[in-house]
């Protein structure tokens, strides 16, 4: 039997491990940074390197890593021994404080969107303190930022810290506005439930798509899908059980707070969610849930998927960020207490929040933007590309009251009677989740559901951080010269104002309906629906104010993210098609003839026995026949549009001519095959079909 206090952080230099093995005075130092955020003397490395080495040595390690986040979304590393040859031609162990705070990978290899040329090679990465530094595959990784020779950033890291300290900042002036003196930090936490889907891993194989791209390009629906409702959380099966406990106890050991696991609604769906850590390590640990995902399923015979939309027809799989604020003293910023219509310090942050969505849907959607995504925004419990915010019927109420559209009612608690005299009556939370709704008030946090299970979830709260703290930096200047008599008056004018501007991007209702469509057009709001709808807005000047005031980016860090996102998008889609035309060309064309061959045998035979008739074989062929003359044109066509977005000029132009040109001979390709796949005998058809993927 497990151990899980023992287990857990086995694998981790934390704190009990620091104030064991660190002086005294380096203990101290060091903790007072990771919870304070103050600079770490850097003549203390050297005693901290010493220790960590000792430690990780003492567990059989021999390298270590600058464990990084560059642009890509995932994780780098690049490995370096503890040995340095001594005389007679021996090595020692060794690990100085300036191996532990700096290193120099490639920085032009790695996407940047044009801040770093071929031969401007070098970058760097630099110790974050504030992330503890873990043993993964016997390497020492340390938590590091990444950024150019030159200073620019190229990682997600720098820019995630610089929010971080922004909101800090900008929220303790907030505090002292209602008398709190005792608080000396903020923080923003986060809990990232990550989807996910697990195949058979020899059916993984066997599928160029899954191979390459990590989604099936073609693929009729199964007789059955997720109609049923029968997989959410369902009994788990026992291979995947046995994946989930190994997944469970390996996280455990890298001190990530692995909390829940069950079915998801889609067959195959599954889901893990986290206790809340602070943005900073919940960022990292989430790179090392997904890391863990894809390296431990192929022990149990299965592969891991963490695209946004694998299959068609079913639920794709997103990331549910829960994003919050709190104190270092533990008071939770957005509780709204038991009479939220009278807790004015609450109901300054929830304005704030509503007033930062509402001016910055653009960012927002950006921050969830991708090829992957595309496919997944707007159906199967997943929120439309339309950001809005739903707060429950509690909080509405209270707002309205303020903003003076209706007198204030309290919601009492309604009860949940069960109607079963031994089952306990329940109460049922007024602020309970809104599964279509993109930004979804959740009791004492908000929900944003809008991104997609492969991402990085750094960018979302990078933008979440910013747009929260340039609001309520714009509410401290407004409210900090006010004379405190008039403080009361200014406050509720203030919240009024700004309540009645944005009431707008509050919604409770169906996201998914066509009229909300239609209402969210009338009322203002953006409504992105692919990536190169919304990229262009990222240099919008009101955006690039936003990230200036509050130092997370410069113009060129945001234009190179822009310039970044975008190449990924129409590289993304041009991978995509050429897997299609191999697999149409190499394996569905050549499958269909095949078939044909074997159905004209048939007629022929037929037809020479006298009184046999062949007219089933005949209408079948006729069929088949004129779709795979279909599917040729289709290849023919979709070449053609590859081959046209070689006129294109700019990132963007190419963005869009992909989205428009190159992916709608995409779906058509695929619409002629997923026809044709019902009607080709099992043993024909070359790759394995949605029923063996989804019901393995």
């Given at each position: 039997m497990t151990?899980?206090?023992?287990?857990?952080?086995?694998?981790?230099?934390?704190?009990?491990?620091?104030?064991?093995?660190?002086?005294?005075?380096?203990y101290k130092a060091l903790k007072k940074t990771i919870q304070s955020g103050n600079p770490l003397d850097p003549s203390l490395a050297e005693s901290v390197a010493t220790a960590m080495k000792d430690w990780a040595i003492q567990k059989g390690v021999t390298h270590y890593t600058?464990?990084?986040?560059?642009?890509?979304?995932?994780?780098?590393?690049?490995?370096?021994s503890f040995i340095e040859p001594t005389e007679g031609g021996n090595v020692i162990m060794e690990f100085s404080g300036k191996n532990l705070i700096q290193g120099e990978p490639d920085a032009s290899s790695f996407p940047s969107g044009g801040l770093r040329s071929t031969f401007e090679a070098r970058g760097y990465t630099t110790w974050d303190p504030t992330s503890y530094a873990f043993i993964k595959n016997n390497t020492l990784c340390i938590p590091t930022a990444f950024c150019s020779y030159g200073g620019e950033v190229l990682d997600k890291k720098i820019p995630l810290l610089r929010s971080m300290e922004a909101i800090n900042k900008q929220a303790l002036r907030i505090l002292r506005l209602f008398g709190n003196n005792d608080a000396s930090r903020v923080t923003t936490t986060v809990g990232a439930e990550q989807e996910y889907f697990l195949v058979d891993a020899d059916m993984f194989k066997k599928r160029k798509d899954l191979r390459f791209v990590g989604r099936t390009l073609f693929g009729a629906m199964p007789p059955k899908g997720q109609e049923m409702e029968d997989h959410y959380f369902g009994a788990i099966r026992s291979q995947v059980m046995s994946f989930m406990q190994d997944l469970d106890e390996e996280l455990w050991k890298l001190g990530v707070l692995s909390k829940t696991r069950h079915n998801e609604a889609a067959p195959a769906q599954h889901e893990l969610a986290p206790i809340f850590?602070?943005?900073?390590?919940?960022?990292?640990?989430?790179?090392?849930?997904?890391?863990?995902m894809k390296k431990l399923a192929p022990k149990h015979g299965l592969t891991c998927l963490l695209h946004e939309k694998p299959f068609e027809g079913v639920n794709g799989s997103g990331k549910h960020n829960n994003w919050s604020m709190g104190t270092d003293l533990g008071e939770n910023l957005l509780e709204p207490g038991k009479t939220p219509r009278e807790n004015r310090q609450f109901l300054t942050y929830l304005t704030a929040v509503i007033k930062a969505v509402d001016d910055y849907q653009d960012l927002l959607r950006i921050s969830v933007a991708s090829a992957g995504n595309d496919h997944r925004l707007g159906g199967h419990e997943a929120p439309p590309a339309i950001v809005s915010i739903f707060l429950g019927d509690e909080l509405e109420a209270v707002l309205d009251s303020i903003t003076g559209d209706k007198t204030y009612e309290e919601v009492g608690q309604s009860i949940l009677d069960s109607g079963v005299s031994v089952l306990p009556n329940l109460p049922k939370d007024s602020t309970d989740r809104n599964r279509t709704s993109p930004f979804a008030f959740t009791g004492n946090k908000f929900e944003f559901r809008m991104l997609g299970s492969g991402f990085s979830i750094a960018c979302a709260n990078i933008i979440l951080n910013a747009i929260v703290a340039?609001?309520?930096?714009?509410?401290?200047d407004e409210l900090e010269n006010v004379p405190a008599e008039q403080f009361d008056s200014a406050l509720n004018a203030l919240l009024k104002r700004e309540l009645k501007e944005h009431k707008r991007i509050i919604f409770n209702g169906n996201n998914y309906s066509e009229e909300w469509v239609i209402e969210a057009e009338k009322r203002g709001l953006l409504n992105l629906k692919t990536t190169p709808d919304a990229l262009p807005h990222y240099t919008d000047a009101k955006n690039v104010a936003m990230f200036e005031r509050q130092g997370i980016y410069n113009l060129k860090e945001i234009e190179a993210r822009q310039d970044s996102i975008l190449e990924e998008y129409y590289?993304?889609?041009?991978?995509?098609?050429?897997?299609?035309?191999?697999?149409?060309?190499t394996e569905i064309f050549p499958a269909v003839l095949n078939y044909s061959e074997e159905l004209a045998r048939t007629i022929i035979a037929k037809q020479a026995v006298a009184g046999i008739t062949t007219k089933a074989e005949e209408r079948l062929l006729a069929k088949i026949s004129a779709l795979n003359e279909h599917l040729a044109d289709t290849i023919d066509e979709l070449d053609a549009a590859l081959n046209g977005a070689a006129a294109c000029n700019t990132a963007t132009e190419t963005a869009v001519y992909y989205r428009d040109a190159v992916l709608s001979k995409m779906n058509e390709m695929r619409a002629v095959s997923d026809k044709l796949e019902p009607m080709i005998a099992a043993k024909y058809w070359p790759f394995p079909t949605y029923s063996d993927l989804l019901f393995y």
């Open positions: 151990n899980v206090p023992e287990l857990f952080g086995s694998n981790v230099f934390n704190e009990n491990v620091m104030k064991e093995r660190l002086p005294k005075a380096v600058h464990w990084f986040q560059p642009l890509t979304g995932i994780t780098a590393e690049k490995h370096d850590s602070s943005t900073n390590i919940s960022t990292d640990n989430n790179q090392l849930v997904m890391e863990m340039d609001t309520l930096g714009k509410f401290a590289k993304i889609i041009r991978i995509e098609a050429l897997t299609m035309l191999d697999m149409a060309r």
